[in-house]
């Protein structure tokens, strides 16, 4: 390790918000897309669908980013997690693409408009819930002999995987919700609260449940949560999302359009606190460290200098795009 600069952490901060940004932005088009179904008429569907027609390709960006960002900075890593969630992997992909082509063709093939209509909010479902089995997947480990996953094909599929896949359902349909409700008005956007208010049950339900599983996994994170004095530390993480969950349930009934979002938004940050807390430094849950896994200084460095580059366009081009797409949405001319 240098005794100059450890380009770990910087990795570390890199990769986390790659995944944070994918996680949230495309977190929830996914929901826009799981409420599209739900919507009663052709209005009201072409309204949910140009709420996110300008910025829904970009937000995948971040996933890109975030898996050659694993595979640079920490291949070992990359090696034994890619394996393990092979399949959940595979079907978020070809998900995701259906989901893509859906979109696309629903504009285009009037005579198969409902199929593609249906496309477009399973493609969502399916994408949004083979993210979930990977996330439980990873927070549960994987069998590993030496450097290399010595599981089966299907370890991924665990009572524990299935929860968290059917949680993130919830937790997506909740941002995307916030932002129907940001982005829509009249009855596209009383749906919207409506069926926010049943997503965060969920989510409420979800983070609980998980909470309280995880610990149960490993003696480690149940130390680092509830030995003293951690648990006088970390407590205010659990109050938090008590308080933000509460904020978010009062907004949802109320009439800001703003609110809703930020606290969806605020669930998710204290979720991702949650896991960060749980699991770090691993990077290869109870096996392999973020240091351990690393690949050479020299590529780190390499590879840095091109992603300190790209970073910074990345961001500005997000940012300019939601900014040109502000303001509210309609069914017949798109943003006004």
């Known amino acids: 390790m240098s005794q100059v600069l450890d380009f770990v952490p910087i990795w570390t901060l890199i990769l986390g918000m790659a995944v944070f940004f994918y996680v949230l932005l495309d977190g929830f088009d996914l929901g826009v897309g799981m409420l599209y179904g739900f919507a009663p008429d052709t209005a009201s569907r072409n309204t949910i669908m140009n709420s996110i027609a300008p910025i829904w390709d970009g937000n995948e960006t971040w996933l890109v980013?975030?898996?050659?960002?694993?595979?640079?900075?920490?291949?070992?890593?990359?090696?034994?997690?890619?394996?393990?969630?092979?399949?959940?992997?595979?079907?978020?992909?070809?998900?995701?693409?259906?989901?893509?082509?859906?979109?696309?063709?629903?504009?285009?093939?009037?005579?198969?408009?409902?199929?593609?209509?249906?496309?477009?909010?399973?493609?969502?479902?399916?994408?949004?819930?083979?993210?979930?089995?990977?996330?439980?997947?990873?927070?549960?480990?994987?069998?590993?002999?030496?450097?290399?996953?010595?599981?089966?094909?299907?370890?991924?599929?665990?009572?524990?995987?299935?929860?968290?896949?059917?949680?993130?359902?919830?937790?997506?349909?909740?941002?995307?919700?916030?932002?129907?409700?940001?982005?829509?008005?009249?009855?596209?956007?009383?749906?919207?609260?409506?069926?926010?208010?049943?997503?965060?049950?969920?989510?409420?339900?979800?983070?609980?449940?998980?909470?309280?599983?995880?610990?149960?996994?490993?003696?480690?994170?149940?130390?680092?949560?509830?030995?003293?004095?951690?648990?006088?530390?970390?407590?205010?993480?659990?109050?938090?999302?008590?308080?933000?969950?509460?904020?978010?349930?009062?907004?949802?009934?109320?009439?800001?359009?703003?609110?809703?979002?930020?606290?969806?938004i605020g669930l998710f940050v204290l979720s991702y606190v949650g896991i960060a807390i749980s699991l770090f430094p691993m990077i290869v849950p109870y096996h392999f460290t973020l240091w351990e896994s690393a690949s050479s200084e020299r590529t780190q460095a390499f590879l840095l200098v091109g992603t300190l580059v790209l970073l910074p366009v990345i961001l500005m081009y997000t940012g300019w795009s939601y900014w040109v797409f502000r303001g509210k949405v309609r069914a017949d001319v798109g943003y006004h």
Request: some cysteine; proline content about 4%; glycine content about 12%.
């Open 65 to 264: 980013l975030g898996g050659l960002g694993l595979l640079a900075a920490f291949p070992l890593a990359f090696a034994i997690i890619i394996p393990a969630v092979y399949f959940p992997v595979l079907v978020m992909l070809l998900a995701l693409v259906f989901r893509g082509v859906a979109f696309e063709f629903r504009f285009r093939d009037a005579e198969h408009k409902t199929f593609w209509d249906h496309g477009f909010c399973y493609g969502s479902a399916v994408a949004t819930f083979a993210q979930g089995v990977v996330l439980g997947a990873f927070i549960q480990g994987f069998e590993v002999t030496g450097r290399q996953f010595s599981g089966g094909s299907f370890d991924f599929l665990t009572p524990f995987s299935l929860l968290t896949g059917f949680a993130l359902l919830f937790g997506y349909g909740l941002l995307g919700a916030g932002w129907l409700i940001l982005k829509t008005e009249g009855e596209v956007q009383a749906a919207a609260r409506r069926h926010g208010r049943m997503c965060l049950v969920g989510v409420l339900v979800g983070i609980s449940v998980v909470s309280i599983w995880t610990p149960f996994m490993s003696q480690a994170i149940a130390a680092r949560w509830f030995a003293w004095p951690n648990i006088l530390y970390l407590a205010p993480v659990p109050v938090a999302t008590a308080a933000v969950a509460f904020f978010t349930w009062r907004v949802l009934g109320s009439a800001s359009e703003t609110k809703p979002f930020v606290g969806a």
